[in-house]
């Protein structure tokens, strides 16, 4: 079954959706990570399941079953742990298969395929950076994932080889004054904006990390797209490792503040500084800590 005839079955049960958490298979279809199941698994609380008038079954697993047609909905007393398990298959299923979103567009004959996706819109200095890539049709490298998941070195191998082998790199960097006028959303945007006007390639597809983007070129916004698509991972790879370069200048010439490690988030040693140092002028000075400083020590 395809995602419709998911739905379109599940409607005829006619099931209060706030009683189950669709499952296996089903779950991986509807969120677009796989193209068809051939059954449909749900799980629920036990209340829900005591009331449901279904013949029961003992299923593969000794688990009792209560069944209807194809679907089944299993006992289970915690679904918040159900849903933490759908998230774990999910993921194992993208870093397995993260070239789903390409592999669709590429059956349609788009080849030029640009990922996009931001670092920094946490932290409280320096700018928010964005990149766009787009890889050669015979790109493989194992292992590359969102950028935050990967080690330093990681980072800087898979930087390299990426930069190496894109078809196009473009990179978009919006300073923290800009951020402080704008705010940090706007600010996001126009970055990924830049990176993708400065990419050096033909583009006909933009896969684009959860933000949604008024373009010239057709695009797809992704949630967690960093880990379902590699060519976001690598515009993941490339947007970190350029700011985080960035900030290591930036702590050379202001090592109390730790930027090394802490890359501008506001850790316990970032904010000491700031209570004993003061901001200097690469801070945000609209974000929360920052505007609280400046609160407390402006003068008349």
């Known amino acids: 079954m395809i995602k419709e005839e998911i739905f379109k079955k599940l409607d005829m049960l006619d099931l209060p959706k706030d009683k189950y958490v669709i499952i296996s298979g089903a779950s991986l279809v509807c969120q677009d990570l796989l193209d068809k199941t051939d059954d449909i698994d749900l799980t629920c609380s036990k209340e829900f399941y005591d009331s449901l008038n279904w013949e029961t079954k003992i299923g593969a697993f000794g688990v009792e079953i209560k069944y209807k047609d194809c679907f089944e909905i299993k006992k289970q007393l915690n679904r918040s742990t159900d849903k933490k398990l759908i998230k774990k298959l999910e993921l194992e299923v993208c870093l397995r298969d993260n070239y789903y979103f390409e592999r669709r567009l590429k059956e349609e004959g788009i080849n030029f395929i640009a990922g996009v996706d931001e670092v920094g819109r946490g932290p409280l200095v320096g700018p928010v950076v964005a990149a766009c890539v787009v890889l050669p049709l015979s790109f493989n490298l194992e292992g590359l994932t969102d950028s935050k998941k990967l080690s330093e070195k990681k980072r800087e191998f898979f930087y390299d080889k990426i930069m190496k082998e894109a078809l196009g790199v473009g990179i978009g960097v919006v300073s923290e004054k800009v951020i402080d ?76 503040y730790d930027f090394r490690k802490n890359k501008g988030y506001p850790t316990k040693k970032h904010l000491s500084a700031i209570e004993e140092y003061g901001i200097i002028p690469e801070h945000r000075k609209s974000y929360g800590p920052v505007r609280d400083y400046l609160e407390k020590h402006i003068t008349f």
Do not use: F, Q, W
Request: glycine share 2%; hydrophobic share 45%; with cysteine.
């Open 181 to 256: 006028e704008v705010n940090i959303y706007e600010a996001t945007k126009m970055a990924m904006k830049e990176a993708i006007e400065n990419c050096n390639c033909k583009i006909e597809h933009v896969l684009i990390d959860a933000m949604k983007l008024d373009l010239d070129v057709a695009s797809t916004s992704i949630i967690k797209g960093d880990l379902k698509s590699i060519t976001i991972s690598a515009a993941s790879v490339i947007a970190k490792v350029t700011r985080d370069r960035m900030l290591d200048e930036l702590d050379l010439k202001y090592p109390m």
